[in-house]
């Protein structure tokens, strides 16, 4: 029996030593995915899996992957025959290139992840990179294969499906495009998936290899989703595109058909009435259709009016504060115009319960308020401005989760989860307005001035500009008309970009450029971003209006004869200053979000842009967790007027109404 025994034992041990010797082990590196461990062992993710059950979550850095071999021991000599007379592998063919331009902190190694082939491969095409690695702002050739079909008995996994890690930033439309599917189709897969993704998530999806994914390319093309019911004559009324026009675009229409949630691509001027939002063309509808009258929402103000400073039994001495004290100034301005869009939602039908707190300045008065836990039961938080009481208070919030909305400031900013930045960063602003130069400025003649501390923006703009004249007062800080009329044309409109954020360069320049005008020349001046100092009185506005002055901004100018105006006017007297105004349109807007759904963070995934008096928001995931406004007007003085640039397709641009009331309509897309 022991004999037995002694012989199974060894029988298996034989068995198990012979079998193992067809594997081999893989160390999974930093950056590896199931896919590219596939791919370089020439087998699929399904190989994997099987032998390794615990990678159907995906594949973890340090961890042992079992992986086949493609030895030949245990074979027997016909086999091996059969085995060396298979032909050897064909090369690959390139079908075309992708012209890829290098990002900031890309490698050869997570270039040849993204697009799923080698670095030997990416070497080939870009000889330069024997020497040396990439470097930001090159282009690069990325070779893409043919497709070859090979048979094989392996049936997928999980309907062929494999996980699918997001990347930052990343939302659902552009995984279900790339993969080959709508989203609808993504989230029947996946229908535990967050409304809002997050960097990390993990997605099943069909598998695609990643030469063969459906590449996004924003520079050149918008996406748009088909709706229900609608065919190619709609689609023809809409961006003006023919059927065999849009067949050609994506070859899988005319493969399967129109199909309801297909993801097709449109060439990039095509817009129609809809707009482009990371790429994607979504459409316009009112958000006053989506209110839910029956649900009550509780919108807290967190200021620093510094109430006990205030002397009430004199209205004088209570003004000369006021004029003192510019935060309790703008804070009581901003108070108006939330306190006018309470009452105009109320006018709606929506049930609003206001809470107002002074934070008198203080940061420490924040754990004051905090410690009442009065702010646990609000659906929102404005507040506070001052960045270190802003991030106290947020960081408190976001135990309960509650939204917090940061009504001024878009730096010092901890953008935790929970936090939304309602001013655009300023490098957006700078690159919406870069993107409309690069778009407008073909047959214009280009001079770039900046002052010695915007010398790097100034060479940025003269890489994209690169025939671009410069003027650059490197040792004295101002300009005069000798150093730009040689520079001037008279056949081309001439755009002066100045890059400076200094009262005295910018009273310079902007007088030196506007006396530069005549019959001869026509002078427009630009800037990538408005700092400050255009604010000083030493700025002279009717140069500004001479010169159609023209920036990115986050507010525009209004009409004073607009409801706000007027109703604002009826009920304190006065006109409302930018401040009133947007305290108007912040609260209005949020009151309003919450009357589609109290829950902020799912609304955000599903509102995009509303526009309102002078402010538009637009809120996206940042990869640091929050959210922040992506909304941006570029606009142009005109007759002493701000007015907004006229729209551009390439462009973001502003759709706005009337609702029956006559408050202003804001529009969700």
């Known amino acids: 029996m022991k004999q037995l025994a002694l012989t199974v034992v060894f029988s298996v041990f034989f068995s198990v030593l012979t079998y193992a010797q067809n594997f081999k082990t893989h160390a999974v590196k930093e950056g590896e995915t199931l896919e590219s461990i596939a791919r370089q062992y020439s087998i699929t993710p399904y190989n994997i899996i099987r032998l390794n059950p615990e990678a159907k979550n995906g594949v973890k850095p340090n961890t042992i992957l079992i992986i086949p071999g493609d030895n030949q021991a245990g074979l027997s000599r016909e086999e091996k025959q059969e085995k060396a007379a298979q032909p050897e592998p064909q090369e690959k063919k390139v079908e075309r290139f992708i012209n890829h331009k290098v990002r900031r902190q890309e490698t050869l190694y997570s270039l040849a992840q993204k697009y799923d082939i080698t670095e030997a491969e990416i070497k080939r095409y870009n000889k330069e990179l024997y020497s040396r690695l990439p470097q930001k702002g090159e282009k690069l050739q990325i070779p893409v294969y043919e497709k070859v079909t090979a048979e094989s008995d392996e049936i997928p996994v999980f309907g062929e499906t494999v996980p699918y890690y997001v990347k930052p930033a990343e939302g659902t439309w552009r995984i279900a495009y790339e993969h080959g599917i709508s989203e609808q189709r993504l989230r029947e897969l996946n229908p535990d998936m967050n409304d809002v993704l997050q960097e990390g998530d993990t997605l099943m999806v069909p598998f695609v290899p990643g030469n063969d994914k459906k590449l996004v390319e924003k520079d050149r093309y918008n996406y748009y989703t088909i709706k229900p019911k609608e065919g190619f004559f709609r689609l023809n009324k809409k961006f003006g595109l023919t059927q065999e026009e849009i067949e050609q675009l994506n070859p899988e229409v005319k493969a399967l058909g129109l199909q309801a949630g297909m993801i097709i691509k449109l060439p990039k001027e095509m817009t129609g009435d809809l707009k482009v939002t990371d790429g994607r063309l979504v459409e316009p509808f009112s958000l006053l259709d989506s209110i839910n009258r029956a649900e009550p929402a509780t919108l807290a103000v967190v200021l620093p009016f510094r109430l006990e400073k205030m002397e009430y039994d004199s209205l004088e001495l209570a003004q000369k504060i006021l004029d003192r004290d510019r935060l309790a100034s703008v804070s009581l301005d901003f108070y ?207 140069h500004l209006s001479n010169l159609e002055f023209r920036f990115p901004t986050v507010d525009k100018g209004s009409d004073v004869s607009n409801p706000f105006s007027r109703r604002y006017e009826k009920r304190f007297n006065t006109t409302p200053n930018r401040y009133a105004t947007r305290g108007f349109d912040l609260a209005m807007d949020i009151l309003l979000r919450l009357g589609y759904d109290k829950n902020l963070y799912y609304v955000a995934s599903r509102v995009s842009e509303t526009s309102y008096i002078e402010n538009k928001f637009d809120y996206v995931r940042d990869m640091e967790g929050g959210f922040y406004n992506q909304a941006v007007y570029l606009v142009k003085y005109d007759d002493l007027t701000i007015k907004e640039i006229e729209n551009d397709a390439n462009l973001q641009s502003e759709v706005s109404g009337q609702s029956s009331n006559g408050m202003p309509t804001p529009q969700k897309r």
């Open 336 to 542: 108006t115009g939330v306190l006018v869009a309470v009452d105009s939602v109320k006018e709606l039908g929506l049930s609003v319960k206001l809470k107002t707190f002074d934070t008198d300045g203080d940061s420490d008065r924040v754990f004051q308020i905090l410690a009442n836990e009065k702010l646990k039961d609000a659906d929102a938080v404005i507040g506070p401005i001052l960045p270190d009481a802003f991030n106290r208070l947020a960081r408190y919030a976001a135990v309960d989760r509650i939204p917090v909305f940061a009504p001024f400031s878009n730096k010092g900013i901890d953008l935790k989860d929970n936090v939304f930045q309602t001013l655009p960063p300023d490098d957006l602003l700078r690159s919406q307005m870069i993107s409309y130069l690069e778009s407008h400025a073909a047959d214009k003649n280009i001079i770039l001035i900046s002052d010695n501390k915007n010398v790097p923006v100034r060479n940025l703009l003269q890489t994209r500009f690169p025939g671009a004249k410069i003027i650059a007062p490197e040792e004295r800080e101002f300009i005069r008309l000798d150093d730009i009329n040689p520079f001037l044309s008279a056949e081309k409109e001439n755009w002066v970009i100045v890059e400076s954020n200094s009262v005295p360069f910018l009273s310079n320049v902007t007088g030196v450029v506007n006396s530069a005008v005549t019959d001869e020349y026509d002078i427009k001046l630009l800037t990538t971003l408005k700092g400050s100092a255009y604010e000083s009185e030493n700025i002279s506005n009717m």
